[in-house]
Structure formats: C-alpha cells, structure tokens
T-cell receptor
C-alpha cells in the first residue's frame, strides 16, 4: 500500500507570491489532515477533511490559506499571498479510523 | 482543551543505555496518546499508541510507553539505545470521542545516541 505523498518536497518563493501544496492520501482513507511546523515550534493542526467536506478548519491561520479536497481524493493547500511567517514544513496525514494518522514526508516552504 | 509537554528538547544517551523521553499531557476528556518519530529527511512515523486498552503499550523498534493517568504521563522508553534511534520524537494527544480527531503535539525531543 502506497503511503501519503506530498508535492513538492521543497518550495522557495518570494513574499507575495502564491504557492500550492498537494497531498495524496492513502487510498481509501476518508480523513485527511493538514499540519504545519514553523521552525522551532510545535507541529500545529490546520484542518481536517472527511471525504470532500471540511470537518474542522479551526487551525487555519488566516484567509490567505485555502484548502480543497475535490472528489474526496487528493487535497491542495494554497497560500496566497505568501508572507515570511508562512515558512515552515507542511505535513499532510490521512486515516481510515480515529486511531492512527499516517503522515507524509512534508513540504518545506521557504518564503523570502 | 488539550496540551502536551515534552521535557527536554534534546536528550543524549550512550549506545546501549536506557532511553527515557518524557511526555505529560492535559486533556479534559479521556485521551488517546501517541508517539511519533521523525528520522532525518523523512516524515512522521507512528511508534505506538494508547487507546484506552492496556496501559503498557509496545511499539516498533523495541520502544514502549506506559499510560499513567494519576501522573498524566505517557513516557517513552527503550531498554538499550541503538545508533539508528537517533531522531526527533513527538508525543501527541487526541480526543477519544466526538468528531475532533486532530492531534495536539508536544514540541519534540531530539535524541542523540553517542557511540
């Protein structure tokens, strides 16, 4: 079974530009999560999809972040426009049940 | 509300020595507790989980953790450290009921294994 994949692995953009991160969950996993780790800080929850619906987006920092999961398969997280404080590692995770979340390798975003 | 505290952002042990990584949690409802490990340039890998069954939980790579409700702790141990255990370890908590399943993480502990 293929694991959670994320693309790109690294992204370097300038302040004010737009970046779109993609996550492909494990096949059959209805739950998809986004997390972020800013340098030196904890990994923080951003949002949770169940299939294509946003179950909880309480962790989204502001309206510059837009997440979608069309068709309940892969998900994208768009940052527009990017700010310096958006730099960090963005993790995606998926799960079939409530007990285990399987994480992808993360996307390292650097905003200069 | 829930939170996790990991004592010690960096821990060093000698190869063959006991590994003890500390985690204390705060949760208003019975928690599910997890330890994840991140090896260099890799994603987070689940080491073990507590989901209200046995309080002593065994995980992969010889790690185990004990849930102690009275101490609100879930410390991770391994009897004998190996060089390959060098990584960052994260303790996490989630709710055991309701629809909220997001993980709340501690700040992580970087484990160094000395030869």
């Amino acid at each position: 079974e293929a694991g959670v994949t994320q693309f790109p692995s690294h992204s370097v953009i300038e302040k004010g530009q737009t970046v779109t991160l993609r996550c492909d969950p494990i096949s059959g996993h209805d739950n998809l999560y986004w997390y972020r780790r800013v340098m030196g800080k904890e990994i923080k929850f951003l949002l949770h999809f169940v299939k294509e619906s946003k179950q909880d987006e309480s962790g989204m920092p502001n309206n510059r972040f837009l997440a979608e999961r069309t068709g309940g398969t892969y998900s994208t997280l768009k940052v527009q426009p990017a700010e310096l404080e958006d730099s960090g590692v963005y993790f995606c995770a998926s799960s079939r049940t409530a007990y285990e979340q399987y994480f992808g390798p993360g996307t390292r975003l650097t905003v200069t | 509300a829930q939170s996790v505290t990991q004592l010690g952002s960096h821990v060093s042990v000698s190869e063959g020595a006991l590994v003890l990584l500390r985690c204390n949690y705060s949760s208003s409802v019975p928690p599910y507790l997890f330890w994840y490990v991140q090896y260099p340039n890799q994603g987070l890998q689940l080491l073990l989980k507590y989901t209200s069954a046995a309080t002593l939980v065994k995980g992969i790579n010889g790690f185990e953790a004990e849930f102690k409700k009275s101490e609100t702790s879930f410390h991770l141990t391994k009897p004998s450290a190996h060089m390959s255990d060098a990584a960052e370890y994260f303790c996490a908590v989630s709710h055991s009921s309701g629809s909220a399943r997001q993980l709340t993480f501690g700040s992580g502990t970087q484990l160094t294994v000395l030869p």
